[in-house]
C-alpha cells in the first residue's frame, strides 16, 4: 500500500505541475487568438495593435504609471478576494473606498499631527470606515438573511448620497473652479515616494506589498484562515466541526472592508491631497475582475493588476492611433474570461485524470491481491509428501 501511495503521489504532483502550466498558457492563447479576431473583424491589423502597446508600455514614464495605477486596483482585488474565498460577493467595494477616502480626507483636512501620526491616522480612519460600512452587509446577512449582493449594491449608492450630500461649498468642501474637494491635506500626510524619471513611484505600492504578504499569511497559515476557507467549502461541513459560520462571515465582510478602506490612500496620500469631485471611482467593480484573473491567489492579482493597468495605459496609445475607444475594454473582457474558462477546464480535466489514475492503480492493486490469495490456496491445497 506504501509503494501504491508513492507511485501515485509522484504521478499526480507531475500532473499538478503539467495542470498548473496548462490553464494560464491556454488562457494567454485563448485571449490573443480571441483579441486578433476582435482586431480583424473591426478591420484592423492585430500585429500593429501589439506592437504599439509593447512599445508604448515599455517607456520608463509608461512603466512608472502602470505600477502607481495597479496599486489601487490590486488592493480592491485583495478586498474582493477576501469574500470570494468565503463564496461572499463583496460588490460594495466601490462605496466603501470612497466613502473611506472621503473621511479620512475630511478629518486629515482638518488637524495636523506631526510627523507619521497624521498618516498612521488616516489609514486607520479609512480602514476603520470601510470596515463598519462592509459589516453592515455581514450582519443584515447573518441576522436577516439579505444577501450580501443586493446589500452592498444598495450601501455603494447611500454612499455615494452621503459623500455628495458634504462634499458641497460650505459644509466639508472648497470650490475651486469647477471642482468641489475637501481641504487640502497638511504636508504632514503626504506619504513618500521613490524618485524616478520623470514621475515618483508611490510609496504606498510597499503597504500594497505587506498587504498582499498578510493576505496570504492570515488565509494560508493561521486557524482562521483554514475556517474561513472551510466554510467557502461547505457550511454543513464547517458548522458540523464546530465553526461560527456567522461568525466568520462578519469578520469576513469587516477585514473586506478594511480592505477596501486602503483602495483610495494611494490616491489621497500620494497624488491629490484632497477628495473632490474627480477622485476615481469603479476600482471596485475593476478589483472583481482582477480578483478573478489573478484566482485570488496574491502573486496572481498582483499581475493581474500590473496587466489591467498596462492596458489601461496602452489602451489610450490605441485611441491615439486610430483605434476604436471600446477595443481595450473588450479585451479586459476577453482576458477575464478566458482565464475563468480556461482554469475551470484544467481544473474538470485534472479531477477525470486523477480519478482515473486512482483506479487504475487500485485495480491493479486488485489484480495483485488475488493472484497473492491464490497462490496461498494452491500451496495450501497441495499435499505433504513425506519423507
Not at 493576505?215 to 461547505?234: E, I, K, Q
Request: hydrophobic content about 50%; proline content about 3%.
Amino acid at each position: 500500500m506504501k509503494a501504491l501511495d508513492k507511485r501515485l503521489g509522484k504521478r499526480l504532483d507531475k500532473n499538478k505541475v503539467i495542470l498548473a502550466v496548462a490553464a494560464p498558457a491556454l488562457a494567454v492563447a485563448a485571449a490573443i487568438v480571441i483579441s486578433s479576431l476582435v482586431f480583424l473583424a473591426s478591420g484592423e491589423n492585430p500585429l500593429r495593435a501589439y506592437w504599439i502597446m509593447v512599445d508604448y508600455g515599455h517607456y520608463s514614464d509608461s512603466q512608472v504609471w502602470i505600477i502607481n495605477k495597479a496599486v489601487p486596483y490590486y488592493l480592491s482585488a485583495l478586498a474582493v478576494a477576501i469574500g470570494f474565498r468565503m463564496n461572499l460577493f463583496n460588490i460594495g467595494v466601490d462605496g466603501q473606498y470612497r466613502l473611506a477616502a472621503f473621511a479620512a480626507a475630511a478629518v486629515g483636512g482638518a488637524i495636523a499631527l506631526p510627523g507619521a501620526l497624521q498618516i498612521i491616522l488616516l489609514i486607520a480612519i479609512a480602514m476603520l470606515v470601510g470596515a463598519i460600512w462592509s459589516g453592515i452587509a455581514g450582519l443584515l446577512k447573518t441576522t436577516r438573511g439579505v444577501s450580501e449582493v443586493i446589500t452592498t449594491i444598495m450601501l455603494n449608492a447611500i454612499a455615494a448620497s452621503v459623500i455628495g450630500y458634504f462634499l458641497q461649498d460650505g459644509r466639508l468642501a472648497i470650490k475651486d473652479g469647477n471642482l468641489l474637494h475637501t481641504k487640502f491635506l497638511p504636508e504632514s500626510s503626504h506619504f513618500f515616494s521613490f524618485p524616478t524619471h520623470p514621475k515618483p513611484v508611490y510609496g504606498f505600492v510597499v503597504i500594497a506589498v505587506l498587504a498582499g504578504a498578510l493576505y496570504w499569511f492570515l488565509l494560508s497559515r493561521t486557524r482562521f484562515g483554514f475556517d474561513l476557507r472551510a466554510v467557502g467549502a461547505s457550511e454543513p461541513a464547517a458548522e458540523a466541526s464546530g465553526v461560527s459560520v456567522k461568525r466568520m462571515v462578519v469578520i469576513s465582510m469587516l477585514l473586506s472592508g478594511a480592505a477596501a478602506g486602503l483602495v483610495g490612500m494611494p490616491t489621497l496620500l500620494n497624488e491629490s491631497f484632497n477628495y473632490g469631485t474627480d477622485f476615481p471611482a469603479g476600482i471596485g467593480f475593476t478589483g472583481i475582475a482582477i480578483a478573478l484573473l489573478g484566482r485570488n491567489h496574491p502573486v496572481g492579482m498582483a499581475l493581474g493588476a500590473l496587466l489591467w493597468a498596462f492596458l489601461d495605459r496602452t489602451g489610450g496609445r490605441l485611441e491615439f492611433e486610430g483605434y476604436a475607444q471600446e477595443i481595450v475594454g473588450v479585451i479586459q473582457g476577453v482576458i477575464v474570461l478566458c482565464v475563468v474558462i480556461a482554469y475551470e477546464v484544467v481544473r474538470r480535466y485534472g479531477q477525470r485524470l486523477q480519478q482515473r489514475k486512482v483506479g487504475e492503480e487500485l485495480a491493479a492493486l486488485a489484480r495483485t491481491g488475488n493472484a497473492d490469495t491464490a497462490d496461498d490456496s494452491d500451496k495450501r491445497d497441495k499435499p505433504e509428501v513425506s519423507a
